[in-house]
């Protein structure tokens, strides 16, 4: 590739220029010489970096309100703290597209708190929900990245959520943009009786050491990690992830992944056949994330993701740069971790390794509220547990809780909405934000999760018996794949459809038999496969009955 200084050879009118072979246009790479912005987005982040924003919104945007914010901030850089303009109510669907993103604006923020490890205490939960209550009109979403999200808040009191937040070791630094965003961890580490070993403290330390540092908060695009002793965090569509393995040699530790991503272009992580003990993986994760941003592609924003240079790369020659430019050391060959049959939910009873219990339970879709979790605490430490955990599947677990304490524990959170022994349909079910809040969305999800499950429970009820694993069916308001839909039995991309009297309706692409772990890949997507919102119940059921009918033994729905 040539850096893009060099003057391209001329030719003279009287002498044809040579045949030569076609040359790639660069793709903004710093590491090959090109510093200078190729799109606003980079020009953005290279005239100030994005973390300097808090400072504004703490000494002019907060107090002078909505109308006072820098449109570069507002639609760029509030981004590294957590914080978009949420939709504005009663668009509808099909204007999307048609909009331009002020006519999309409201006044009001979502605001992401970064969770990671999806680790709570009791006390931050509450706080959680205290906050909800006074600041976002309640609203509260377990996202499927272990984050809370909060709706309708005003810029005029981020700066007291920020305080309050961090004053209980919680912070919304990062929580979105060109960053490393929340580090994914599993639900049940260090309690699980079958973990490999407990990833948390390595991402603790990668917290401690990383998260707001100048030198990693202008990447390409976002940065996904994932850390478990555990095959149980989507590993495979993470930028990077450490996957505990045993060495036969060397004892418990990680294998490494790199360049998953889901989206347009959705790609399985590469294994680079690299075993990495617990306390080297900070320094590998630094070592990844700075090829990322060295040699990550910048030109176009839709090929900034690292899943592209490991694809251009392959897996090798990733590892060699990895080693020679920024570890300055090799790594040590490892085996594959073990890949489990069916995916792994947390949602029931489960016993821990200390002889306490861990007691998953099912909101719909991640949805619940401030008052709810507030309600969720208190009987927690009722149960004589102070620890929660949020999940990849949008679920809550409840760590550390006695035997005798078990049951009284899921009465309380049955009552408050939150079963811990749902139908497969509930628990099986993740949606993204959608229409309700989401300026991109083209299809309302969370309420239709809700509709659909309740739907599936009475048409499906003579069937429940024999579905031994849930049937996950993933909702995403648009092509972005914020719910994974490339990876669900049953994955559906929301955009506008044709119903059956011509009209254009609210309906999904469907994507059948995508899966993780055993059945690693993204769903077929099948042309012409589209159903509208309306007959969504309808088509689920078919789709199961069909299955069910036509399994052979204990063949799963990916097979
Ligand atoms: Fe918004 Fe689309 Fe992501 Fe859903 S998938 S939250 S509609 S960007």
């Not at 009284?408 to 009552?415: K, Q, V, Y």
Request: net charge negative; glycine share 10%; with cysteine.
């Amino acid at each position: 590739m040539v850096p893009p200084t060099t003057s391209p050879p001329t030719a003279t009118p009287s002498t044809p220029a040579p045949p030569r072979a076609r040359q790639r246009r660069g793709e903004g790479q710093w590491a090959l010489g090109y510093r200078e912005p190729l799109n606003p987005n980079e020009r953005s982040k290279k005239d100030d970096d994005p973390l300097n924003v808090r400072a504004r919104i703490e000494t002019i945007y907060a107090p002078g309100g909505f109308a006072s914010i820098d449109p570069a901030d507002l639609r760029g850089r509030f981004r590294w703290y957590g914080l978009y303009t949420q939709r504005k109510p009663g668009i509808d669907g099909g204007r999307t597209a048609t909009l331009a993103p002020e006519e999309l604006d409201d006044e009001h923020f979502m605001l992401r708190v970064r969770i990671d490890g999806g680790r709570l205490t009791t006390a931050q939960l509450a706080l959680i929900g205290e906050l909800s209550q006074t600041y976002a009109r309640d609203t509260a979403d377990i996202t499927d990245r272990q984050n809370v999200q909060y709706h309708w808040i005003r810029i005029e009191d981020v700066p007291t959520l920020w305080e309050r937040l961090e004053a209980a070791g919680l912070t919304t630094m990062e929580a979105c943009g060109d960053s490393p965003r929340v580090v994914l961890g599993s639900p049940l580490a260090g309690i699980a009786e079958d973990e490999v070993l407990d990833g948390g403290p390595a991402i603790d330390e990668i917290l401690r050491r990383y998260i707001g540092d100048p030198r990693f908060s202008n990447l390409p695009r976002k940065f996904k990690t994932a850390i478990s002793g555990l095959p149980d965090v989507a590993h495979e569509v993470h930028d990077v992830a450490f996957v505990g393995v045993v060495h036969p040699e060397h004892g418990p530790g990680f294998d490494l992944w790199v360049g998953g991503g889901l989206s347009t272009n959705p790609m399985i992580a590469k294994r680079l056949g690299a075993w990495i003990p617990l306390d080297e993986v900070p320094d590998v994760w630094e070592g990844v994330i700075s090829v990322f941003r060295d040699y990550g592609y910048r030109r176009l924003r839709n090929r900034a993701r690292l899943k592209f240079l490991v694809a251009d790369w392959g897996a090798e020659k990733f590892r060699q740069v990895l080693e020679d430019e920024y570890l300055n050391r090799k790594l040590i060959d490892g085996p594959a971790p073990e890949v489990p049959e069916v995916a792994r939910d947390h949602v029931g009873v489960h016993r821990q390794k200390d002889g306490l219990f861990a007691v998953g339970a099912a909101p719909i879709a991640g949805r619940v509220s401030g008052s709810t979790l507030v309600e969720v605490a208190k009987a927690v430490e009722r149960a004589g547990s102070n620890r929660v955990r949020l999940t990849p599947q949008q679920k809550l677990v409840v760590l550390d809780v006695p035997e005798a304490e078990v049951d009284g524990l899921r009465a309380d959170l049955a009552a408050l909405g939150l079963p811990t022994e749902p139908s497969p349909w509930r628990r099986g079910v993740m949606a993204c934000t959608g229409l309700e809040f989401c300026k991109l969305a083209i299809v309302e999800t969370k309420a239709r999760a809700a509709e659909l499950v309740t739907a599936l429970e009475a048409r499906l009820a003579d069937v429940v018996a024999g579905v031994a694993a849930p049937i996950s069916v993933h909702l995403n308001g648009c092509p972005n794949s914020c719910a994974r839909i490339q990876t669900a039995d049953i994955g559906l991309k929301g955009q506008i459809v044709t119903d059956g009297d011509g009209r254009q309706v609210e309906g999904f692409q469907v994507h059948l038999g995508g899966g993780l772990g055993l059945d690693a890949g993204f769903g077929r997507k099948l042309r012409g496969h589209k159903v509208t919102a309306a007959e969504l119940p309808e088509y689920v059921e078919r789709v199961v009955r069909h299955y069910l009918a036509g399994r052979d033994g204990g063949e799963r729905f990916a097979q």
